[in-house]
């Protein structure tokens, strides 16, 4: 396929490994930012191409893993109440909140309806006005643009029936957490290629110089990544420390001028709880007061849930690149994508979801007939 | 009382008095007509044929009823066909129940009969029996069709998941994801531009050509609801061996490849209604595959990969950059993913 195909060129895959492989003295921890990235490192079995002068270690930039079961449980509050649309991205759909998940509720008489753009949410409460449409506001800055742009919309066509259980959040902010951390092993970063697109590079400049790290922005096929991690490990073996941009048929210095002033007009920046991370200040939107009409957790009054993760669930310290998803006991046995016992299981961009989905022939690989 | 004047299905038209009897008539029987169908009797009575015989049943509750390529009533014949095309039997009878919301429009329904009605025809398989239910608006999605086969087997292949044996090839009978594709491209939500029409087609006609050709056809497996990766799942689990498949080997049309990139989707998960593995010996799979390419509807027919030695039993994937990871079972729902 025409601007895919040229990105999964299985020559030049060998050759950048092999650049990769020459380039390095010693064995380099990376980290992907993106569930994305890792469901494409792992399809393509790049982590085992480049082992052992490359580890890979995977972030918290899948917004369904990082979302937190408070809100979760929320969206299942909403969802099960008569007269309500809850309008929803598909994969929200199976992530378990304290008592089930959407599809449960679903079941259950609700009107859990999939979506794909926030303003089909829009359309929807502007079709049926005599029902609530509550718009489940989950993603990064990616996503973001989209909601901010559904509620002005909203505020425009002069439609009451529309409101937001906004929980989005921010990459920069705990790209900082995660190097601040004592433990921290991310000797570099691939950072998230569509993030950039919108919000541009200056972001990471600060970050880049402070704990001095090299931050690649990097695209999502094998190709895009694999140059991602030669310009990140160039960086290292120099002992640089800057920000690059891989993904370059994409991303701009100064990013997506027109969908930053849509987020900011609607949003401001909020502290808020990630899923195994915890609490990071400034790294959520929120609605901007004189938006708070559109809000779904003043309209409705929701009550406030507690947050809740198993303890021997060890997402925490995978999220944070101090553990693999195999090196967890419960991986693949207490926990699998049926019955997830935590963040990075929830989603199926999850660092655990993606090594069960695409997980190698443990001991005996039976061998093809001679 | 003529049929234009409910324009709809009402309550009455599954109550089994005269509005019922002159919907069947006018409705199903003119177009399914046969001299079983029409003795109009409880069951169908026929002479049993000689050689073993396949029996099926199925439901099809798709929505929406008509897709490109397709509609439930076609969807109905072919899907139930195909299920004995499985066991290499050939259709010699369907019987057909629809469960019809009140308020269905009688030009809807007419269409969808007239569709059955033709598929069935095409087939060659005589709808013999049938039963109509009508249910009050909201306690069904506009039609449920119901089809059961019976089929007969005219040959002594053992054609099932333990008949599958070490090196045997897995050939597949064309491209993926048709018609997973095209319906969700209708989905409500989920607006996009698509040119992907749905695969629905029946295949008994290729597997009895294998079959006539010689082929010692090992297994057959449709790949309808979760598509080709819960197909190796579950014979791989069934015939207690390993199975290895490649991915640069296995066809996607190229719409269906984007549609699936946009959504987030992989092609292996997504259903397909006339697209099936064959397991035969490697030693005859170019045979086999000549058979196949024969007919249209398999006319892009390759071999994607082979049974293992003895192993665990897994279903593996060498993947275009050469690795090799398990395909693993499909979690049973395809929701598009945030990015």
């Avoid at chain 1, 030049?12 to 990376?30: D, G, P």
């Avoid at chain 2, 050939?90 to 308020?103: D, N, T, V, Y």
């Avoid at chain 2, 007419?110 to 569709?115: E, F, G, H, P, T």
């Avoid at chain 2, 665990?312 to 990871?325: E, F, N």
Wanted: charged share 20%; aromatic share 6%; with cysteine.
């Amino acid at each position: 396929m025409k601007f895919l195909d040229e990105y999964r060129s299985v020559p030049m895959a060998k050759k950048l490994v092999r650049q990769i492989h020459q380039r390095t003295s010693r064995t380099w921890t990376l980290m992907e930012m993106c569930g994305g990235q890792t469901h494409a490192i792992m399809k393509a079995g790049l982590d085992d191409l480049l082992s052992p002068c490359i580890r890979l270690v995977h972030g918290p930039g899948c917004p369904v893993c990082v979302t937190p079961m408070h809100v979760v449980d929320e969206a299942l509050d909403l969802a099960s109440r008569p007269g309500l649309v809850f309008a929803s991205f598909g994969d929200m759909l199976r992530v378990p909140g304290s008592h089930g998940d959407l599809r449960g509720v679903k079941a259950a008489g609700g009107d859990v309806r999939v979506v794909y753009c926030p303003l089909e949410a829009v359309k929807m409460a502007i079709q049926n006005p005599s029902l609530e449409v509550v718009f489940f506001g989950i993603g990064f800055e990616t996503t973001a643009p989209a909601t901010a742009l559904a509620v002005l919309q909203a505020r425009q066509a002069g439609i009451r029936n529309f409101s937001l259980l906004v929980s989005h959040v921010l990459v920069p902010p705990a790209i900082e957490t995660l190097l601040a951390d004592p433990d921290c092993t991310i000797q570099g970063f691939l950072a998230a290629g569509h993030v950039c697109a919108v919000m541009g590079c200056t972001e990471y400049v600060p970050i880049a110089d402070r704990f001095k790290v090299p931050i690649v922005v990097t695209g999502f096929e094998p190709l895009d990544l694999l140059q991602g991690i030669l310009m990140a490990v160039t960086q290292l073996e120099a002992n640089h420390a800057q920000v690059e941009i891989q993904y370059s048929r994409v991303v701009r210095q100064d990013g997506n001028a027109a969908a930053r002033t849509l987020m900011e007009s609607v949003f401001e920046r909020i502290s808020a709880n990630w899923r195994g991370l915890g609490e990071i200040p400034a790294s959520g939107l929120g609605l901007r007061a004189e938006f708070s009409a559109f809000d779904a957790r003043k309209k409705f009054r929701l009550q406030k849930f507690e947050d809740f993760d198993p303890v021997e669930c060890i997402s925490g310290l995978i999220l944070r690149g101090l553990r693999k998803p195999v090196e967890c006991p419960c991986f693949g046995a207490s926990c699998t994508p049926e019955f997830p016992l935590g963040a990075t299981m929830v989603s199926e961009e999850g660092a655990c979801a993606a090594y069960y989905r695409y997980r190698t022939p443990s001991t005996s690989v039976p061998h093809p007939l001679p | 009382m003529p049929i234009v004047h409910h324009e709809r299905i009402l309550m009455a038209h599954g109550g089994g008095g005269r509005l019922m009897h002159q919907l069947i008539e006018s409705v199903f029987l003119r177009p399914f007509g046969n001299p079983v169908l029409n003795a109009a009797h409880d069951s169908a009575q026929f002479l049993p044929p000689t050689g073993r015989l396949a029996f099926t049943t199925d439901s099809y509750v798709v929505n929406p009823i008509f897709f490109p390529g397709g509609d439930i009533g076609s969807l109905a014949v072919h899907g139930t066909v195909n299920d004995l095309a499985m066991s290499g039997a050939r259709p010699i009878g369907l019987s057909c129940a629809f469960i019809i919301e009140e308020g269905l429009s009688m030009e809807t329904l007419s269409r969808v009969a007239k569709s059955l009605a033709e598929a069935a025809a095409n087939c060659g398989v005589p709808i013999v029996t049938g039963d109509t239910k009508v249910v009050e608006r909201g306690k069904c999605d506009s039609i449920f069709i119901n089809t059961s086969g019976i089929g007969i087997m005219e040959h002594s292949l053992c054609i099932s998941p333990q008949g599958i044996r070490p090196g045997d090839a897995i050939l597949l009978s064309g491209d993926l994801g048709r018609h997973g594709m095209a319906v969700m491209a209708l989905r409500e939500g989920l607006q996009f531009e698509s040119s992907i029409e749905s695969d629905s087609a029946p295949v008994h006609q290729p597997v009895l050509a294998m079959i006539q050709a010689g082929v010692s056809i090992h297994c057959l497996r449709d790949l309808t609801r979760c598509g080709l990766s819960a197909a190796l799942n579950e014979l791989a689990e069934a015939s207690g061996l390993a199975l290895q498949v490649e991915e640069s080997l296995i066809p996607v049309n190229e719409d269906v490849h984007a549609a699936c990139e946009l959504l987030g989707l992989d092609p292996l998960c997504v259903a397909n209604e006339a697209r099936f593995i064959a397991f035969i010996p490697a030693a005859e799979s170019e045979m086999a595959l000549n058979v196949l390419r024969s007919f249209q509807v398999s006319g892009n027919a390759v071999c994607i990969g082979q049974v293992m030695n003895p192993g665990d039993p897994a279903v593996l994937i060498k993947s275009r950059m050469g690795s090799i990871r398990l395909l693993d079972m499909p979690s049973g729902e395809l929701l598009p993913r945030i990015c």
